[in-house]
């Protein structure tokens, strides 16, 4: 009864003894594709989140001013054909100072 119990005291320290070490080599293959994928990574062209989401804040600003300026000119070429019709002189769109004002844009970012 003695040796089994022995044998099993051993079994058991040669079982943890195995279970480190596979602990250890997981914890070193993990460090070294960490250290692969970083550099395979800091080989390409990729931005951070940050410059990301403020690229696509001036985008989604540029977007608004873009679609404001087609507002406005499809206003003007209404207000040129109505003058036009009308048979008004050029000038006379030229003296309304409102035309040549340029859209209240918000430029805080």
């Known amino acids: 009864m ?18 480190g070490t596979l602990s250890g080599v997981r914890s070193e293959v993990e460090s070294r594709l960490r250290d ?12 951070t989140r940050d410059e990301f989401e403020a690229v696509k804040a001036m985008a989604a600003k540029a ?6 300026m ?11 054909t109505a003058l036009r019709d009308a ?6 769109a030229a003296t309304d ?4 004002e340029p859209p209240i844009s918000d430029t805080s970012l």
């Open 2 to 19: 003695q040796s089994q119990n022995r044998f099993f005291d051993d079994l058991a320290r040669v079982a943890a003894g195995a279970v």
């Open 36 to 47: 692969q994928l970083e550099r395979v990574l800091s080989g390409m062209d990729l931005v």
């Open 63 to 68: 977007r608004a001013e873009q679609e404001d």
């Open 70 to 80: 087609a507002k406005r000119v499809a206003e003007l070429k209404v207000l040129v």
């Open 87 to 92: 048979g008004a002189p050029a000038s006379a």
């Open 97 to 100: 100072p409102a035309l040549f």
